[in-house]
């Protein structure tokens, strides 16, 4: 992992196409902002591991079922 300090207003760039900027610092709370192409997906990690459990579960019912119908049992 790296660790860099940043000040309000002050920006990190990843990828030469993604800008993350310190937008408010209150106490123990930072405000971010994020420009990033459309088709970057942003998520803020606890609603990205509810949706990778969400896929998880879907695909171990759903696929389970669609390969016995495919084989017939």
Request: glycine share 6%; hydrophobic share 40%.
């Amino acid at each position: 992992m790296l660790a860099l300090s940043r000040k309000k207003s002050e920006a990190l760039i990843i990828n030469n196409n993604i800008e993350i900027t310190v937008l408010e610092i209150k106490g123990e709370q930072v405000k971010l902002g994020i420009s990033a192409p459309k088709e970057v997906p942003v998520y803020r990690k606890e609603v990205y591991v509810q949706i990778q459990e969400a896929n998880t579960e879907a695909v171990n019912m759903d696929g389970m079922e669609a390969l016995k119908n495919l084989l017939g049992q």
